[in-house]
């Protein structure tokens, strides 16, 4: 499955929320949907939920277009919204019984479908309950299974960590990665960046409704890059961060480092360390580490240094609202 969001603009009256946004990603991803408060994350997530219309551009999921065809497109995505709805006299199971005839899911198979995902989330013991009556938890959990009890290729979240404790946090994580090895293309939005980095393939970064970066997180396959695209600018600077620590004294360390070309920076840090940054990518950084030991410095640890979420948001955004 092949996810392409194709110049999407929405406006609120004068207010333009979502800004000529475009990228795309596939089968077996986790992607992160990040951006500030009023970046247009949630309206980009509902245009691609058949929930609302854009103004201009399209979304097509395999080809077909959620603006032409949104009755095909409900059956291959799954939408998980921020909140589960206050239901005062519904169960648990009821309520995901409900949206499995709503797909169209009849007889035993919609059964065998309601067991499977209540087993897979855990849902089980808490089938009888009412809504109303669970943790904030077994309401995502719930969420959850609304989204996938028709077996959807694409899975789209938005903040479902939200309001979690740590272990709710893990166990949704762990149920995540589980879904995108069975081949589920996941685009989840969230503010909860150290959660994003643990689990995402690659980011889609947005602010005052325009993209500002898409790509791959680091150290993934780069054998699926053909997956993924995006328009907008990529503020993220063209370096490597290296980490090294040697035999010799930081000062002499720093002497020898201070002669080297393609060096932009280079500061010490912790347990002997130094933290340098270098202009270009591995083969730079293999000339580096070539050139030291050729001059006699006896390197104990030579390694990159990726940048995180943290530091990719901060370095391509600017903290304006839309």
Do not use: W
Not at 77 to 106: Q, S
């Amino acid at each position: 499955m092949k996810v392409e969001v194709k110049n999407l603009v929405k406006f609120f009256g004068k207010n333009k929320a979502v800004d000529d946004v475009s990228f795309s990603f596939g089968s077996g991803h986790i992607f992160g949907f990040i951006g500030p408060n009023g970046a247009g994350k949630t309206t980009t997530i509902k245009i691609m939920s058949t929930l609302s219309l854009p103004d201009s551009g399209d979304v097509l999921y395999d080809g077909v277009s959620v603006i032409e065809n949104p009755e095909k497109v409900r059956r291959v995505i799954g939408y998980m919204p921020d909140a589960l709805p206050e239901h005062k006299d519904i169960t648990v199971n009821e309520y995901i019984d409900f949206f499995a005839r709503a797909y169209g899911l009849k007889g035993r198979k919609r059964r065998q479908a309601m067991e499977d995902i209540k087993e897979f989330t855990g849902l089980g013991k808490m089938q009888d309950k009412y809504l109303k009556a669970l943790s904030k938890g077994m309401k995502q959990r719930v969420s959850l299974a609304r989204a996938l009890v028709h077996n959807p290729e694409v899975l789209i979240m938005d903040e479902p960590a939200a309001g979690l404790d740590p272990r709710a946090r893990i166990e949704l994580r762990e149920l995540m990665k589980i879904l995108a090895e069975q081949g589920k293309a996941i685009l989840v939005s969230s503010h909860i960046l150290s959660e994003l980095q643990d689990i995402c393939h690659g980011t889609v970064i947005i602010e005052k409704g325009k993209i500002l970066h898409v790509g791959m997180i680091k150290g993934e396959d780069s054998g699926k890059s053909d997956e993924v695209s995006g328009t907008g600018r990529n503020n993220v600077p063209k370096h490597t961060v290296v980490i090294i620590r040697a035999l010799c004294t930081q000062d002499e360390l720093l002497k020898k480092l201070a002669e080297q070309p393609f060096i932009l920076d280079y500061r010490p840090s912790v347990n002997n360390e130094v933290q340098v940054t270098i202009e270009g990518n591995d083969e730079e950084s293999a000339e580096l580490l070539s050139t030291l030991v050729t001059d006699g410095i006896k390197v104990t640890e030579f390694r990159q240094h990726g940048i995180g979420l943290e530091e990719l948001f901060l370095n391509v955004t600017k903290g304006d609202l839309n």
